[in-house]
């Protein structure tokens, strides 16, 4: 079977036929601004849909609200997660968000941006983001700082557990049960029901943390696809697909019952390509890379009874799209105070062809691309897509001038990016938001960290090698090593310093001394605490990403801060036994 990426794609002819208008065929439907409903997914290939002719994937909902709607078979992302969700959020290129990395505060979106729940708040929505965030965890740059009423999910780049695990719910721990992606949709479920209530519009951003790492699926969905010939760790990607799949079945089916389907603007498309190599329809590389198997991803938009079934767009777009076009669907003029990089396709969607030619960039890792046409620069590379879709042949030779303009070009657009690649302070005292997390992976560990698989590490270190979202410090058995962060006071007041913290009962001699401006608290008579991990539901064994485990949580005193950017540091004053505590984070809370 030919995959879509080598031809265009054609859907059922009797899907054509629909058209394009804006009556609903409903008495019951609601004469309101259209609803949105916004799902991301995570690490989802292009090639992960039974629509792209994946030979095992079964996604029969997808399917059908691309046959019903409109498939954009060009549509590109960056390479990794929260550069891609800042620019579909603000319809700007991320480096211009200030988004310049996926860990350690680089994901944190600049506070002056101005986001698409921001319009759609001031325009009489309820908005609502049930998922991953990954566009800062301290207030303001949290979710609810950044236009949405509602959230539930967790802000960091991954979670290290998907089910009976405890995430956020509008500032609150809360408990879930069950698998992680049937949770947040019940949660989406629910905030639609509500607004069918109040008769309001809604924004339900549905950001899904899979198929991400790690690997943890239900039974049923796992020993399908093991049982179809897939090995452990495509059998959990494959059936992690599928609940995605059916969780939207499901939504599809509370919008039929409220009687707001028609109504409703559904938009479902991934951050970035597949973490591992596996079938991608023969596109070139992976996430991480500007190559087309990094960056290309389904994209589905639905509207039943106003845009035309079996639509399929071929023309290159791009997640700075979303937010003027969606802006252009639901008729908000909103006059920006910063350049939007994106255009409006909504004249593609009811098959107009006057969408102009345009060059889209993207800058990663070092690496450029640029797409023009059928043409695409990658580095010292040069591809003709239209065909070679899987970049077989290097044609600069044969095209000097395409080569060198396109060069041009991207040089031209890379130094008005403002390619910021450095941590934030971390904004606290906050009275509506009164308590701020500094987790460990945040720190800046002296002396700096290595990615040492002997695990003989230079007296600190993170526990799961690399250090990313919900990792620890560990391995600290020297008083020379410490960890620091730093902090904007926006508010002065008193702040309680907690740690949630591991030790030893054979290291609980270790003395500890944390530091604000002049200001110190030494921190000794820790009680002992051994965590363990919470039931492993891994498939294949993590080799990256730290577990899910408890810790103890103390007080360790008070402290009186004044207003503005300051440096926290801990340091090991003894540390007589194997090593100091494990560390996962401190607590600042300003009290009343």
Known sequence: ??????????????????????????????????????????????????????????????????????????????????????????????????????????????????????????????????????????????????????????????????????????????????????????????????????????????????????????DKYFNKYKNKGADDFNATIYGMGENIDDNVGKILEKLEALHIRENTIIIYL???????????????????????????????????????????????????????????????????????DGRSFKSLLNGNKDFADRKLFMEWSRNKRVLSNNYLLINEELFDLEIDPGQTTDIRNNHPEVYDSLTMDYEEWLAAMPLENKTKPIPLGYCDYPVTVLPAHEANLFPPFEFRKDRKHTGIAYHSLYGWAHDWIDFWTKTSAYATWDINVVEEGTFEIELKYALDSLDSATQLRLEIDDQKIIIDSLKPFEHGEFKNYDRVTREQEAPETDWERTSIGTLNLSEGIKTIKISALKIPGKKSIELKEILITKKP
């Not at 031809?7 to 008495?27: D, E, N, V, Y």
């Not at 992302?77 to 505060?105: D, E, F, I």
């Not at 399929?312 to 979303?322: M, R, V």
Request: glycine share 10%.
């Open 270 to 340: 991934s951050d970035n390509g597949p973490l591992n190599f596996r079938f991608n329809a023969g596109l070139k590389g992976r996430k991480g890379m500007v190559d087309q198997g990094g960056v290309k991803v389904p994209f589905i938009l639905n509207w039943e009874s106003h845009i035309a079934g079996g639509t399929i767009i071929e023309t290159p777009l791009a997640h700075i799209d979303l937010l003027p076009t969606l802006l252009d669907l639901v008729g908000i003029s909103h006059e920006n105070p910063k350049p939007i």
């Open 1 to 218: 079977m030919k995959p879509l990426l080598h031809s265009k794609i054609t859907l059922p002819i009797l899907l054509i036929g629909l058209l394009f208008s804006s009556c609903s065929q409903r008495a019951t439907e609601q004469e309101t601004l259209p609803n949105i409903l916004l799902i991301v997914t995570d690490d989802q290939a292009y090639g992960d849909l039974s629509i792209t002719q994946n030979p095992i994937a079964e996604t029969p909902i997808l399917d059908s609200l691309a046959t019903g709607g409109v498939f954009a078979n060009n549509f590109y992302v960056s390479p990794v997660c929260a550069p891609t969700r800042a620019s579909l959020l603000t319809g700007r290129y991320h480096q211009r968000t200030g988004v310049s990395g996926v860990t350690r505060g680089r994901e944190d979106m600049n506070l002056d941006e101005t986001t698409l729940a921001d319009i759609l708040k001031q325009n009489g929505y309820r908005t609502g983001i049930f998922g991953k965030w990954h566009n800062g965890a301290h207030y303001p740059f949290h979710p609810m700082g950044r236009g949405f009423d509602n959230f539930v999910g967790f802000t960091s780049g991954h979670w290290p557990n998907y089910f009976n695990t405890t995430i956020e719910k509008n500032g609150k721990p809360f408990k879930t049960e069950g698998y992680l992606p049937n949770v947040l949709t019940n949660e989406a479920l629910g905030f639609i029901t509500q607004s069918k209530t109040e008769n309001a519009p809604f924004f339900c951003y549905l950001p899904y943390q899979t198929p991400h790492t790690p690997l943890q699926v239900p």
